[in-house]
């Protein structure tokens, strides 16, 4: 099993930045993929970043390109979401995500809120 802790969240203005935090444990070694992803009120869980073992970044959805950067520190068992010009619209809980062979693990979610 995979356990997932994110940090990071809050309330920011529009424009502004933050960065979320997650801290995997448990079996990391079977980890591939670790991703982000985000459900606001009424909407589907959309995935915004996904990131490789390698550390190779392959998928942003057009709607945060150019604004969020997914990072990974494997010796820190940690991946990293950078969102940098921050939108009402991108107010959500953020979950970060791990694939290993046939499952995905999920955190418990960290809200991000951007309002003036």
């Known amino acids: 099993q995979v356990q997932l802790v994110e940090s990071g969240g809050g309330l920011v203005q529009p424009g502004g930045s933050l960065r979320l935090s997650c801290a995997a444990s448990g079996s990391i070694a079977y980890i591939s993929n670790l991703g982000w992803s985000r459900q606001a009120p009424g909407k589907q869980r959309e995935l915004v970043a996904r990131i490789t073992t390698s550390g190779t970044t392959n998928y942003y959805p057009d709607s945060v390109k150019g604004r969020f950067i997914i990072s990974r520190d494997n010796a820190k068992s940690t991946v990293y979401l950078q969102m940098n010009s921050l939108k009402p619209e991108d107010t959500a809980v953020y979950y970060c995500?791990?694939?290993?062979?046939?499952?995905?693990?999920w955190g418990q979610g960290t809200q991000v809120t951007v309002s003036s």
């Open positions: 995500h791990a694939l290993v062979p046939s499952e995905i693990y």
